[in-house]
């Protein structure tokens, strides 16, 4: 069973920048695809990034798209997201998330606690 915890959240002006990070637990993350969501209040959970096992490959939700960097250190059992130029709309809980499928397609398996981020005007 893979534990992932997240931490790297807080409250930060728009414009500003976050990192995220969710490390692994259990078991290595290296065979893994790895991605985020996040969920505001009031919505639905919503993805944003997602990376294949060797972190060579990436897919971005278009809102996020030059604003968002989804990294690992396999090395570290770690997932990151790099969040710069944070906006309002960004506030929200974020996840990282897991998948048996090492690539950028399937579905995700293993789910963190949440970390709160809140971006004020």
């Known amino acids: 069973q893979v534990q992932l915890v997240e931490s790297g959240g807080g409250l930060v002006q728009a414009g500003g920048s976050l990192r995220l990070s969710c490390a692994a637990f259990g078991r290595t993350l290296s065979s893994y695809g790895m991605g985020w969501f996040r969920q505001a209040s009031g919505k639905e959970r919503q993805f944003v990034a997602r990376?294949?096992?060797?972190?060579?490959?990436?897919y971005y939700v278009d809102s996020v798209k030059g604003r968002f960097t989804i990294s690992r250190d396999n090395g570290k059992n770690t997932l990151y997201l790099q969040m710069n130029n944070l906006k309002p709309d960004d506030t929200a809980v974020y996840y990282c998330?897991?998948?048996?499928?090492?690539?950028?397609?399937?579905?995700?398996?293993?789910w963190g606690q949440g970390t709160q981020v809140t971006v004020s005007s």
């Open positions: 998330a897991g998948s048996r499928d090492p690539g950028l397609g399937g579905r995700f398996d293993y």
């Open positions: 990376v294949s096992w060797s972190g060579g490959s990436t």
